[in-house]
C-alpha cells in the first residue's frame, strides 16, 4: 500500500512514518524540509513550501508531485482548520482511496466543559466515540479575534469538529477519524512530564499539585503507541467509515499517575494536594476540574487488533531521559520556581 503522511516531520509523524515502513508500506511524507534527517531511509520525501496551520497552498502546489506518487491513502496529522479539510478533500477525492484525520478529545463536550466553554453537569464516563460533542464550536476563540501577524492567530479558526464532518462528507475517500489524548514522549513540544521528572531527578522530597488537578482524569497515550494506532487506521480494511479513540487501558487521577512515575524513577518523594490559592502561580489549574476526560479506547482494540508496542514503564522512561536532557528552563529559572514551592510548602506545614 502507497501511503502519504501530512506533517510527517514533527512530534507523533515520524512514528507514523516508522510504523508505515515496518509494516511494509511505501511512504511519502509532504514536509517543509525543516527535519528531513528524521525520514527512514527509502521514504520519500515531497518538499513544499507551506504544510503548515496556516493553510495549504504547498500542497496544491505540490500535487503533480503527490500524483505522481500516488497514495492510496493520505494521512493527515496537521489538519486544524475547515477550509483545509476542504482543500484536502478537494485535492484527493477520486485519487486517493482513503483519508486518515487525526483528531483529537478536545471534540468532547466534557473537554468544553474542563475549558468553561460549555455548561451543564458531568455527563456518563467513560467517553465513548458516540459521547456528545462540544455544542460550542472554536473553542479558542476569544472576545475579539487575534491579530493577523500574532503567531496564535490560527487558533481562532481551530475546531476538529467541522474537520471531521468534512473528511466524512465524500463517499469517494473513504475517511477513519483517530482521536487522540494527552499524547506524551520525546519531543512533546508541550513537556507534558518535565514539570514532574525534573524534580523528581533533583531529589525534590515534596512535589506541590493544585488540588482539583490532582483529582482530575485525563486520558493518556505514549506517542509511539499513538503512531501505532494511526497506522492501523491507514491500513486496517475495517478502519473505513469509523472514528476511534486511542487512550491506555486506565485513566488515573493526574496525582496517582504522577506517583506511578515517581516508582518507574526511584523517585522517595511525595505528592502534596493544596488549594490552588496557597499555590505560587505556576502550579495552578486553569480549568473546570468537575468534568473528568475518561476515555474508552476499547473499539480500536477490538476491530483494528490494537495492543500498545511499547509498555508503559517503557515509554515513561524514554519520556523521562529526553525531558531530562532537554531542558524547558534555566537552572535560575528553575531555582526560583523551587524557592516559591518551598515557601508554599512551609505555610502548608
Known sequence: MRVLVVGGTGFIGPHVVKALVGGGHEVAVLHRGNHPDVLPAGVHGIECADTSRAGRAGLLAALPQIRAFAPDVVVDMILMLERDAEIVIDAFAGHARRLVLVSSMDVYRAFGQVLGVESGPPGSLPITEDSPLRERLYPYRGESPRAADDPQHWRDDYD????????????ELEAAVVRLPRVYGPGDAQRRLFSYVR????????????RALARWRWTRAY???VAHAIALAATHERAAGRTYNVAEAETTSEATWVTSIGRVLGWSGRVVEAEAAALPEHLRFDGDASHD????GSRIRRELGYVEPVGWEDGIRRTAEWELANPLRADDALRAEYAAEDAAAALLR
Open 160 to 171: 476538529k469538529i467541522p474537520v471531521e464532518r468534512v473528511a466524512f462528507s465524500r463517499p
Open 199 to 210: 524534580p523528581m531527578a533533583d531529589r525534590r522530597p515534596l512535589l506541590l499539585m493544585d
Open 223 to 225: 506517542v509511539e503507541n
Open 293 to 296: 476526560i475518561s476515555v474508552d
